[in-house]
């Protein structure tokens, strides 16, 4: 199912919208971090590491450094004894500037940063062998990551090898995947987002809904954005919303069958 009306959360580029996957917040950034040390973007960016923050209050600019500590989705879905992992390339490894786990403090320096958030050369092993846990999240290294100056052809032959492994593998009766990515590229848009907050929503994004409950052939035309994916985790696994920009959103359910 392809969702034609799926935005950014936040009128910015990655940094922002990656933490709303993770903690349907964006903690009032609105950049990527800025003098950066071990090609981080998180606790781990060096100590001259800062990003640009609005204060919802005042709407004044401050710099923050990168670095935040708030329940997220993770730690709900461990509190209530769903499986979970964060596939993402590790420390000093190309891509990891999008391990948005990286940015919340008590992951980074607690136990589940070494349990649950693997290097992501592990997904398509996990998705082959039916080892996958419940809910996964899944970024991977900028050359395939479809960013510029990277290869589209390369980036497209890496999405088709990992949904080939998850569809091939034991789990696929009962999977969804949700394909999209962080932001819109930087083209031309006819389809102005709705403005829900000072910086929300940011322009269309793409996003294809994968799974044997997919309604085929069909476009959605649901307003979606990040936040959409927390919720639709949310309801399915019985869990409470993380605060209101998750609890209004519509889930994805509408795309499925």
Same mark, same amino acid.
């Given at each position: 199912t392809l969702d034609d009306h799926f935005f950014s959360t936040v009128l910015g580029p990655s940094f922002p919208n990656h933490l709303v996957t993770v903690a349907a917040t964006n903690f009032n950034t609105i950049d990527n971090p800025v003098d950066i040390s071990h090609r981080a973007w998180g606790c781990d960016s060096g100590p001259y590491a800062q990003v640009?923050?609005?204060?919802?209050?005042?709407?004044?600019?401050r710099f923050v450094r990168p670095c935040f500590n708030a329940t997220t989705l993770p730690d709900l879905l461990q509190s209530a004894g769903v499986t979970w992992k964060y596939y993402a390339p590790r420390q000093y490894q190309s891509g990891y500037i999008w391990s948005a786990l990286d940015a919340i403090r008590h992951i980074r320096y607690g136990p589940l940063w070494?349990? +649950?958030? &693997?290097? @992501?050369? +592990?997904? &398509?092993? @996990?998705?082959?062998?039916?080892?996958l846990p419940q809910v996964s999240w899944l970024v991977t290294s900028e050359a395939q990551s479809d960013h510029p100056p990277f290869s589209m052809c390369v980036g497209e032959s890496w999405t088709e090898r990992v949904l080939n492994a998850v569809m091939q593998g034991?789990?696929?009766?009962?999977?969804?995947?949700?394909?999209?990515?962080?932001?819109?590229g930087g083209f031309y848009d006819h389809v102005a987002p709705p403005k829900t907050g000072m910086f929300e929503l940011g322009p269309r994004v793409p996003?294809?809904?994968?799974?044997?409950?997919?309604?085929?052939?069909s476009i959605d035309h649901t307003t979606y954005d990040f936040n959409s994916i927390l919720r639709f985790i949310e309801d399915r696994f019985g869990l409470s919303a993380l605060n209101h920009h998750d609890a209004v959103d519509s889930s994805i359910i509408h795309s499925l069958d």
């Open positions: 640009r923050a609005i204060d919802p209050k005042t709407h004044r600019m070494k349990t +649950n958030v &693997v290097n @992501d050369s +592990n997904f &398509v092993r @996990d998705a082959a062998t039916g080892r034991t789990d696929w009766a009962s999977t969804v995947v949700i394909l999209t990515w962080d932001d819109f996003a294809i809904i994968i799974s044997p409950y997919s309604r085929a052939h």
